[in-house]
């Protein structure tokens, strides 16, 4: 079960950095992705980043203002987001890619197996 948290109220403009922890000794094997759900909308790919941490893929609407990145010692994913714009409000998920077959980074939510219950980020403008 992945545990997501750091979501918060932040004024535009500001940051905050959300954090995934993914229970298990095969962290360092999983594609670990981030998406988001705005209220009335679908949920959307935001980021993802492989099992190394040496790619990394981002949507367009966040690309240049957040970060994904992993330390696999700590079985931990986080999504830094920075300058934050009131559209970028919703819950933030985590998701893992366990196949051991998926080489390129995924966008698709089919492509996900695992899921966090999902951490609210809030927006002020």
């Known amino acids: 079960q992945l545990q997501a948290s750091g979501g918060g109220l932040v004024q535009a403009g500001g940051s905050l950095k959300l954090s995934c922890v993914a229970p298990g000794r095969t962290f360092s094997s999983i594609i670990m992705g981030w998406f988001r759900q705005a209220a009335g909308k679908e949920r959307e790919f935001v980021a993802a980043?492989?099992?190394?941490?040496?790619?990394?893929d981002y949507a367009d609407s966040v690309k240049g203002r957040f970060t994904i990145s992993r330390d696999n010692a700590k079985n931990t994913a986080y999504l830094h987001m920075n300058n934050l714009k009131p559209e970028d409000a919703a819950v933030y998920y985590c998701a893992a890619n366990r196949r051991s077959n998926t080489i390129v980074l995924k966008r698709s939510r089919n492509e996900y197996d695992y899921w966090g219950q999902g951490t609210l980020v809030t927006v002020s403008s």
């Open positions: 980043i492989s099992r190394s941490g040496g790619s990394t």
